[in-house]
């Protein structure tokens, strides 16, 4: 136990030095200037639009992920589904590595389907189900609208997907272990998509997910009064998104903005016109999960007084069934009436 502890926080710690790290090397080559213009870029109808997309987007991620969970097993409510996915994503936002709220998720529904196993499962698929249409639609992007970036764009995404499978290759010739891993969650991939239907279903909310973050970047580029053509926007959208899905940053932070500043100077549109771009759509990222994250904690509270206000009542009325029966029936039948025979229907 206390190996894997030092491990987490080992983890932890990796990630809070390299995104800290990339931050630092970013603020001192471009100054604050761009970080505090994109902070004064927000305005209400800029965190409104921002609202309404992260709620298409989080009420597709939780469907694909309820998909997902009911093929194996432990599917739940779509609404919990919502609710639980606005806190995932919160925490992710502003705790370090991008992950911590998944892993949350997974054992917070666990608990409630009684398979931490399987509900940890689910959201391992769910997830890595989402980075591969992610990155298949950023290699489509780049083949079709990276060509105005001098040829850049793409052959870097690829370099950098070529250096993660490298290194996934060589990590499984060399362990056994890492073999095994990698075996189990290809079957469990195949087990939570199931059918080609499934397939397709969560392929489509994987779509309509990274679109509503593509569109989600581009209003905060032109919110930061950058002029970007809609193909170089796209293209430059995926490869930040892209760098953000990388699990080394701090609450998003880090990759995101180094990446965005390279992307804006390669497109000749200016590195600190990408970082206030990035800044915007960090700071949008977070405002526009509150009111779902609000709205769940109020519903789980509502949920929790109301079932615990009626359960005392129940228990009342069974005590006082269980006081009266030996006076009016014989042991066996006052048996049958327990509280216990009641729920099981005897």
Same mark, same amino acid.
């Given at each position: 136990?206390?190996?894997?502890?030092?491990?987490?926080? $080992?983890? !932890?710690?990796?990630?809070?030095?390299?995104? =800290?790290?990339?931050?630092?090397?970013?603020?001192?080559?471009?100054?604050?200037?761009?970080?505090?213009?994109?902070?004064?870029?927000?305005? +209400?109808?800029?965190? /409104?639009?921002?609202?309404?997309?992260?709620?298409?987007?989080?009420?597709?991620?939780?469907?694909?992920?309820?998909?997902?969970?009911?093929? &194996? =097993?432990?599917?739940?409510?779509?609404?919990?589904?919502?609710?639980?996915?606005? #806190?995932?994503? $919160?925490?992710?936002?502003?705790? +370090?590595? *991008?992950?911590?709220?998944?892993?949350?998720?997974?054992?917070?529904?666990?608990?409630?389907?009684?398979?931490?196993?399987?509900?940890?499962?689910?959201?391992?698929?769910?997830? @890595? !189900?989402?980075?591969?249409?992610?990155?298949?639609? @950023?290699?489509?992007?780049?083949?079709?609208? /990276?060509?105005?970036?001098?040829?850049?764009?793409?052959?870097?995404? =690829?370099?950098?997907?070529?250096?993660?499978?490298?290194?996934?290759?060589?990590? %499984?010739?060399?362990?056994?272990?890492?073999?095994?891993?990698?075996?189990?969650?290809?079957?469990?991939?195949?087990?939570? &998509?199931?059918?080609? @239907?499934?397939?397709? #279903?969560?392929? /489509?909310?994987?779509? !309509?997910?990274?679109?509503?973050?593509?569109?989600?970047?581009?209003?905060?580029?032109?919110?930061?009064?950058?002029?970007?053509?809609?193909?170089?926007?796209?293209?430059?959208?995926?490869?930040?998104?892209?760098?953000?899905?990388?699990?080394?940053?701090?609450?998003?932070?880090?990759?995101?903005? /180094?990446?965005?500043?390279?992307?804006?100077?390669?497109?000749?549109?200016? @590195?600190?016109?990408?970082?206030?771009?990035?800044?915007? $759509?960090?700071?949008?990222?977070?405002?526009? &999960?509150? +009111?779902?994250?609000? %709205?769940? %904690?109020?519903?789980?509270?509502?949920?929790?007084?109301?079932?615990?206000?009626?359960?005392?009542?129940?228990?009342?009325?069974?005590?006082?069934?269980?006081?009266?029966?030996?006076?009016?029936?014989?042991?066996?039948?006052? *048996? %049958?009436?327990? +509280? *216990?025979?009641?729920?099981?229907?005897?």
């Amino acid at each position: 136990m206390r190996a894997i502890v030092r491990s987490s926080w $080992f983890g !932890v710690a990796v990630r809070v030095i390299v995104g =800290g790290g990339i931050l630092v090397a970013v603020a001192l080559h471009v100054g604050t200037g761009p970080f505090l213009h994109g902070l004064q870029s927000i305005d +209400p109808p800029v965190i /409104g639009a921002s609202i309404l997309l992260t709620a298409t987007a989080t009420a597709a991620a939780a469907w694909r992920w309820n998909v997902i969970a009911g093929r &194996l =097993g432990v599917g739940m409510p779509w609404p919990r589904a919502v609710g639980m996915y606005y #806190r995932s994503q $919160f925490i992710n936002s502003v705790l +370090p590595g *991008g992950v911590v709220g998944d892993v949350h998720r997974a054992v917070d529904h666990g608990r409630r389907a009684q398979s931490l196993a399987m509900a940890a499962r689910a959201v391992a698929v769910e997830r @890595t !189900v989402g980075q591969l249409v992610q990155l298949v639609l @950023t290699v489509i992007v780049l083949a079709v609208a /990276g060509a105005g970036f001098g040829g850049v764009l793409l052959p870097v995404a =690829g370099a950098g997907v070529v250096l993660v499978v490298a290194v996934v290759a060589v990590a %499984a010739l060399a362990s056994a272990r890492v073999r095994t891993v990698l075996r189990r969650e290809a079957a469990a991939v195949r087990l939570g &998509l199931g059918s080609a @239907t499934v397939a397709v #279903r969560v392929v /489509g909310a994987s779509i !309509v997910v990274v679109a509503c973050h593509l569109a989600t970047f581009a209003i905060a580029t032109a919110a930061v009064g950058a002029s970007v053509p809609p193909l170089r926007m796209l293209a430059i959208a995926v490869v930040v998104l892209l760098a953000a899905s990388i699990p080394v940053n701090l609450g998003g932070w880090g990759p995101r903005e /180094g990446a965005a500043g390279w992307a804006f100077a390669v497109a000749g549109f200016g @590195t600190a016109a990408g970082i206030s771009a990035a800044t915007l $759509f960090g700071v949008l990222a977070i405002l526009s &999960l509150l +009111p779902g994250v609000i %709205a769940a %904690a109020l519903a789980s509270i509502v949920h929790r007084r109301s079932h615990h206000g009626r359960l005392p009542v129940r228990d009342h009325q069974l005590r006082r069934l269980t006081r009266r029966l030996p006076r009016h029936g014989t042991p066996a039948e006052a *048996g %049958a009436l327990e +509280p *216990g025979g009641l729920r099981q229907g005897r």
